[in-house]
């Protein structure tokens, strides 16, 4: 195998070994695209350059004749002093990472052949304009000179000619930059650009590969998951030029808006430009519909071209080209990043167009995007303190506090502040800043542009391109239209789906996708596309999804959710403020006090239990028995303790308060969270099992009065053993023989929840006595890694997120290869033993969109979560049964 292949070569493009742009490029030119030609130096190279620090053996040879290919298509020759051929080095992961690693264009570039292409094409400034961009890309890709120092050079210039900027700058004011530019690099790295074409590309060439290690694109790796030892490839490719005056330009076009997923003419149009020009804001572009006034033919054959690759690719694409003298080239395309909404859409759409199927629609969307939808917005109604408009780059919506540049970002950032990142424009080192940020405010640059780009990626709300704006770095001010707008550390609120930057706190409103979710008629697109999805990851999935609630109002909106029942009702709320008293008084006092207690919580919970069950329409609802750690119920000790030596210092001690004192201490456990809590507080004190059963069932006879359906299950929390359940279930039938001769048999099933190691491994035991399992995926993993989320998650768990220890926490998403492997052992014991037994998921890991597609492959049930996320886990649900 070779490690080097032409544009031309037939077969399926191999991303891997080309790179996305090098396989994207190969396929434009097998579908008769305009490419420049070129040819791909492969990710493997690459590798062994990084790993061995040299290039492998007969590369140098696979380069020169792939090029000699490329100098017979294009008829120039690198080097040549009269028709030069110059080249675009160009970096590309199998993984898009746009703008991380860098590009280095023209060249090819020297004294001579500067002149040779002036001459060739009558144009000297372009020539010369050519060559001060190679030595400035050259400078800071290839010899590390600061990106700044260039721009000092380039303003001074301007400034010295009195032109208004670099664009009207002459050949002979380009020269000069030519000139100092090199000075800047000799000064800098001591050395220049070389005169030798063929070492300008071989240096060019490795510096693309080392752009692979460099800080951004690991941090950006970091942050979207990438692994660090893919490399990159480089293409190698002729270069064309926006740059040559009038009739050429370059530009950014996707297929639909990226940010909505309309369609129309979206991207941007530069005339009179090259490369990053239009990406880098630094120039603000025209929109694309501009094209059609500029330039008919190119429009009109790029809109050809829009429609061949979105046939093709069956999606969104983003799509870069340049005009050369009224000549349409296509640079690269790609499947273009877009916003939550825009992927909902634009997935909907395709379904309707006929483009793709239904199925495929689902995996192109994900619950993360979901999540992001059901973000509360802005609320427009109260829009008075409106400072800015700018563009809508990427939606959603944010309030923090101005922060203006990324160091500070990063600091405030991780002392908690929610920040709003506000800049001239962002480049890729700005890239630390935005990760930290909640929201993104640009004065220059379009949709296209970084900002917009990087932030739709990350789903974090954009606003690009306020005109006008003007940030102080030195006072940390920002002005508008030279008027004070606000100063670093002021909060504003930012909207993205509306371009709008308003002053102060902002209220919110809940997103139209959560209102349709609650219930609400909204017409629009969106929602019709959300709804679309939804309703066929319903008739895909195979997962049931029920909800964790606990209050009457919760349920309900639980199932205007699309719950299918309540997966975990927790009863300790219904245990705490001023009942948290009837517990005591069941632990601490004396039988008469005891019995007077427990008809008291018997009451209170009957009429909670009703209310949820009720509210549950007959969906199951499955009430877990008190869980607790005893702690939480009884006074705290420290303060009792205080209380009496008190009173006996003053000479007037307190019995009843000492005997109270001693008896919590009695009860004063070193680890309450291992302690008497769960099943244990149930075998110790049945009588509160037996309170609570007969809660339950009552509440379930009085809704069967009523006429109304329920569906009652009782769950067990914190067994370890069978025995144990067994005991309990003992007591509950005692509970319900009592509801029984009074008001009839109330049907119900009794669960076990599996939350530690022994219950898992024992689950087999376990389901002999137990009508169902529910899997307590927080406590078990915390248990399984014997560690305390709380503490965890404040101490050390940082650490080994940033050292890269742990890709993600445990807590947010399951440890397959642990927590995963137990929960497989528990559901192959529990189905041997009993076929048919019903597998619940109630942890928090069952609303994470990274941990449902592995609890569907261990084929449980149906997973239980916060109502918030029932619609997430009805889509991924959906997804993973795919
Ligand atoms: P990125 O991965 O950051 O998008 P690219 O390799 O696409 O980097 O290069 C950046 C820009 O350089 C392109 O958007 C395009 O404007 C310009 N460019 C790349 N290749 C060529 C070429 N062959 N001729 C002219 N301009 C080019
Ligand atoms: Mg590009
Ligand atoms: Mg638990």
Same mark, same amino acid.
């Given at each position: 195998?070779?490690?080097?292949?032409?544009?031309?070569?037939?077969?399926?493009?191999?991303?891997?070994?080309?790179?996305?742009?090098?396989?994207?490029?190969?396929?434009?030119?097998?579908?008769?695209?305009?490419?420049?030609?070129?040819?791909?130096?492969?990710?493997?190279?690459?590798?062994?350059?990084?790993?061995?620090?040299?290039?492998? *053996? +007969? #590369?140098?040879?696979?380069?020169? $004749?792939?090029? =000699? !290919?490329? @100098?017979?298509?294009? %008829? /120039?020759? &690198?080097?040549?002093?009269?028709?030069?051929?110059?080249?675009?080095?160009?970096?590309?992961?199998?993984?898009?990472?746009?703008?991380?690693?860098?590009?280095?264009?023209?060249?090819?570039?020297?004294?001579?052949?500067?002149?040779?292409?002036?001459?060739?094409?009558?144009?000297?400034?372009?020539?010369?304009?050519?060559?001060?961009?190679?030595?400035?890309?050259?400078?800071?890709?290839?010899?590390?000179?600061?990106?700044?120092?260039?721009?000092?050079?380039?303003?001074?210039?301007?400034?010295?000619?009195?032109?208004?900027?670099?664009?009207?700058?002459?050949? *002979? +004011? #380009?020269?000069?930059?030519?000139? $100092?530019?090199? =000075? !800047?690099? @000799?000064?800098?790295? %001591? /050395?220049? &650009?070389?005169?030798?074409?063929?070492?300008?590309?071989?240096?060019?060439?490795?510096?693309?590969?080392?752009?692979?290690?460099?800080?951004?694109?690991?941090?950006?790796?970091?942050?979207?998951?990438?692994?660090?030892?893919?490399?990159?490839?480089?293409?190698?490719?002729?270069?064309?030029?926006?740059?040559?005056?009038?009739?050429?330009?370059?530009?950014?076009?996707?297929?639909?808006?990226?940010?909505?997923?309309?369609?129309?003419?979206?991207?941007?149009?530069?005339?009179?430009?090259?490369?990053?020009?239009?990406?880098?804001?630094?120039?603000?572009?025209?929109?694309?519909?501009?094209?059609?006034?500029?330039?008919?033919?190119?429009?009109?054959?790029?809109?050809?071209?829009?429609?061949?690759?979105?046939?093709?690719?069956?999606?969104?694409?983003?799509?870069?080209?340049?005009?050369?003298?009224?000549?349409?080239?296509?640079?690269?395309?790609?499947?273009?990043?877009?916003?939550?909404?825009?992927?909902?859409?634009?997935?909907?759409?395709?379904?309707?167009?006929?483009?793709?199927?239904?199925?495929?629609?689902?995996?192109?969307?994900?619950?993360?995007?979901?999540?992001?939808?059901?973000?509360?917005?802005?609320?427009?109604?109260?829009?008075?303190?409106?400072?800015?408009?700018?563009?809508?780059?990427?939606?959603?919506?944010?309030?923090?506090?101005?922060?203006?540049?990324?160091?500070?970002?990063?600091?405030?950032?991780?002392?908690?502040?929610?920040?709003?990142?506000?800049?001239?424009?962002?480049?890729?080192?700005?890239?630390?800043?935005?990760?930290?940020?909640?929201?993104?405010?640009?004065?220059?640059?379009?949709?296209?542009?970084?900002?917009?780009?990087?932030?739709?990626?990350?789903?974090?709300?954009?606003?690009?391109?306020?005109?006008?704006?003007?940030?102080?770095?030195?006072?940390?001010?920002?002005?508008?239209?030279?008027?004070?707008?606000?100063?670093?550390?002021?909060?504003?609120?930012?909207?993205?789906?509306?371009?709008?930057?308003?002053?102060?706190?902002?209220?919110?409103?809940?997103?139209?996708?959560?209102?349709?979710?609650?219930?609400?008629?909204?017409?629009?697109?969106?929602?019709?596309?959300?709804?679309?999805?939804?309703?066929?990851?319903?008739?895909?999935?195979?997962?049931?999804?029920?909800?964790?609630?606990?209050?009457?109002?919760?349920?309900?909106?639980?199932?205007?959710?699309?719950?299918?029942?309540?997966?975990?009702?927790?009863?300790?709320?219904?245990?705490?403020?001023?009942?948290?008293?009837?517990?005591?008084?069941?632990?601490?006092?004396?039988?008469?006090?005891?019995?007077?207690?427990?008809?008291?919580?018997?009451?209170?919970?009957?009429?909670?239990?009703?209310?949820?069950?009720?509210?549950?329409?007959?969906?199951?609802?499955?009430?877990?028995?008190?869980?607790?750690?005893?702690?939480?119920?009884?006074?705290?000790?420290?303060?009792?303790?205080?209380?009496?030596?008190?009173?006996?210092?003053?000479?007037?001690?307190?019995?009843?308060?000492?005997?109270?004192?001693?008896?919590?201490?009695?009860?004063?456990?070193?680890?309450?969270?291992?302690?008497?809590?769960?099943?244990?507080?149930?075998?110790?004190?049945?009588?509160?099992?037996?309170?609570?059963?007969?809660?339950?069932?009552?509440?379930?006879?009085?809704?069967?009065?009523?006429?109304?359906?329920?569906?009652?299950?009782?769950?067990?929390?914190?067994?370890?053993?069978?025995?144990?359940?067994?005991?309990?279930?003992?007591?509950?039938?005692?509970?319900?023989?009592?509801?029984?001769?009074?008001?009839?048999?109330?049907?119900?099933?009794?669960?076990?929840?599996?939350?530690?190691?022994?219950?898992?491994?024992?689950?087999?035991?376990?389901?002999?006595?137990?009508?169902?399992?529910?899997?307590?995926?927080?406590?078990?993993?915390?248990?399984?890694?014997?560690?305390?989320?709380?503490?965890?998650?404040?101490?050390?768990?940082?650490?080994?997120?940033?050292?890269?220890?742990?890709?993600?926490?445990?807590?947010?998403?399951?440890?397959?290869?642990?927590?995963?492997?137990?929960?497989?052992?528990?559901?192959?014991?529990?189905?041997?033993?009993?076929?048919?037994?019903?597998?619940?998921?109630?942890?928090?890991?069952?609303?994470?969109?990274?941990?449902?597609?592995?609890?569907?492959?261990?084929?449980?049930?149906?997973?239980?979560?916060?109502?918030?996320?029932?619609?997430?886990?009805?889509?991924?649900?959906?997804?993973?049964?795919?």
């Amino acid at each position: 195998t070779s490690y080097v292949y032409s544009f031309g070569t037939p077969g399926t493009p191999d991303r891997d070994r080309l790179g996305g742009k090098g396989a994207e490029l190969a396929r434009m030119v097998q579908l008769g695209l305009p490419v420049p030609p070129g040819f791909t130096v492969t990710t493997a190279a690459c590798r062994q350059v990084l790993a061995q620090g040299v290039r492998p *053996a +007969g #590369l140098a040879g696979d380069i020169d $004749r792939h090029l =000699a !290919l490329v @100098e017979d298509e294009t %008829g /120039r020759r &690198l080097g040549d002093p009269e028709r030069p051929l110059l080249l675009a080095v160009r970096s590309g992961a199998a993984i898009s990472m746009p703008g991380m690693m860098d590009t280095v264009l023209d060249v090819g570039l020297n004294d001579e052949t500067v002149a040779g292409l002036a001459r060739s094409t009558g144009n000297e400034r372009f020539a010369w304009d050519c060559y001060r961009r190679l030595v400035q890309m050259f400078g800071e890709t290839v010899l590390g000179v600061p990106a700044e120092r260039f721009a000092g050079v380039l303003a001074d210039v301007v400034a010295e000619h009195g032109a208004a900027d670099a664009a009207a700058l002459d050949a *002979a +004011g #380009l020269r000069v930059v030519v000139e $100092r530019g090199n =000075a !800047l690099c @000799e000064e800098i790295a %001591g /050395r220049t &650009l070389p005169q030798d074409p063929r070492e300008q590309l071989d240096l060019a060439i490795d510096a693309v590969f080392a752009s692979w290690n460099g800080d951004r694109a690991r941090l950006y790796r970091r942050r979207f998951g990438i692994a660090d030892d893919l490399g990159t490839a480089v293409n190698v490719q002729a270069m064309v030029f926006g740059n040559r005056g009038p009739r050429s330009g370059t530009g950014v076009a996707f297929t639909r808006d990226p940010a909505t997923g309309d369609l129309g003419d979206y991207g941007e149009y530069l005339s009179d430009a090259q490369g990053e020009d239009v990406v880098s804001g630094a120039r603000t572009a025209v929109p694309l519909a501009r094209l059609r006034e500029l330039d008919l033919a190119s429009y009109r054959r790029l809109r050809s071209v829009m429609g061949t690759l979105e046939r093709h690719y069956r999606d969104l694409c983003d799509i870069e080209f340049t005009v050369e003298d009224g000549r349409l080239w296509i640079l690269q395309v790609r499947v273009g990043k877009r916003s939550p909404a825009a992927a909902f859409r634009i997935a909907a759409d395709l379904v309707e167009e006929g483009m793709i199927t239904e199925d495929e629609a689902l995996v192109r969307v994900t619950g993360e995007q979901l999540t992001q939808l059901m973000f509360p917005q802005l609320d427009a109604g109260s829009a008075g303190s409106e400072i800015a408009a700018g563009l809508a780059a990427s939606p959603g919506a944010a309030v923090g506090r101005v922060v203006l540049d990324s160091a500070t970002a990063v600091a405030l950032a991780a002392r908690g502040e929610d920040v709003v990142l506000v800049r001239p424009e962002t480049r890729a080192d700005d890239l630390p800043g935005m990760v930290a940020a909640c929201a993104v405010v640009t004065a220059r640059g379009g949709r296209t542009s970084h900002a917009a780009v990087v932030a739709r990626g990350m789903g974090l709300p954009a606003v690009c391109g306020v005109d006008g704006l003007e940030i102080d770095l030195a006072t940390r001010q920002v002005a508008l239209a030279g008027e004070r707008l606000f100063a670093e550390g002021d909060v504003v609120s930012v909207d993205g789906g509306t371009g709008r930057v308003y002053r102060g706190r902002h209220r919110t409103v809940p997103s139209e996708v959560t209102r349709w979710l609650e219930g609400e008629v909204v017409a629009s697109p969106l929602v019709a596309a959300v709804a679309r999805l939804l309703a066929h990851a319903d008739r895909t999935r195979r997962l049931g999804v029920r909800a964790n609630a606990e209050t009457a109002p919760d349920v309900a909106r639980a199932v205007r959710f699309g719950a299918e029942g309540v997966g975990l009702c927790r009863t300790e709320h219904m245990f705490l403020g001023e009942r948290r008293t009837y517990v005591e008084r069941v632990l601490l006092g004396s039988d008469a006090e005891r019995a007077e207690a427990l008809r008291g919580l018997t009451r209170l919970q009957r009429e909670s239990f009703a209310g949820v069950l009720d509210a549950a329409g007959g969906r199951p609802v499955t009430i877990r028995l008190l869980d607790a750690p005893l702690h939480e119920f009884l006074p705290d000790l420290t303060e009792l303790s205080v209380c009496s030596a008190l009173a006996r210092e003053r000479g007037r001690p307190d019995r009843a308060l000492e005997e109270r004192t001693a008896a919590v201490r009695r009860h004063h456990e070193q680890n309450p969270m291992t302690g008497l809590r769960g099943v244990r507080l149930s075998i110790v004190r049945p009588e509160l099992v037996v309170a609570q059963a007969v809660a339950a069932f009552e509440a379930a006879a009085d809704l069967r009065e009523r006429g109304r359906p329920f569906d009652l299950e009782l769950m067990v929390p914190m067994v370890s053993s069978a025995e144990e359940i067994a005991e309990v279930a003992r007591s509950v039938g005692e509970a319900a023989d009592q509801v029984a001769a009074r008001r009839g048999r109330v049907p119900y099933r009794l669960g076990a929840m599996v939350e530690t190691p022994r219950a898992a491994v024992t689950a087999a035991r376990i389901v002999t006595h137990a009508d169902f399992l529910s899997f307590g995926t927080n406590d078990l993993t915390q248990l399984t890694w014997g560690l305390s989320r709380d503490d965890a998650e404040r101490s050390f768990l940082p650490r080994y997120l940033e050292t890269g220890l742990l890709r993600t926490s445990p807590f947010a998403s399951i440890d397959e290869d642990g927590v995963g492997r137990l929960l497989a052992v528990a559901v192959d014991g529990a189905r041997g033993a009993r076929d048919a037994v019903p597998i619940g998921v109630c942890g928090e890991h069952a609303g994470d969109p990274a941990s449902i597609g592995f609890l569907a492959r261990l084929g449980v049930d149906y997973l239980s979560c916060s109502p918030f996320r029932v619609p997430i886990a009805r889509l991924e649900a959906g997804r993973a049964a795919l």
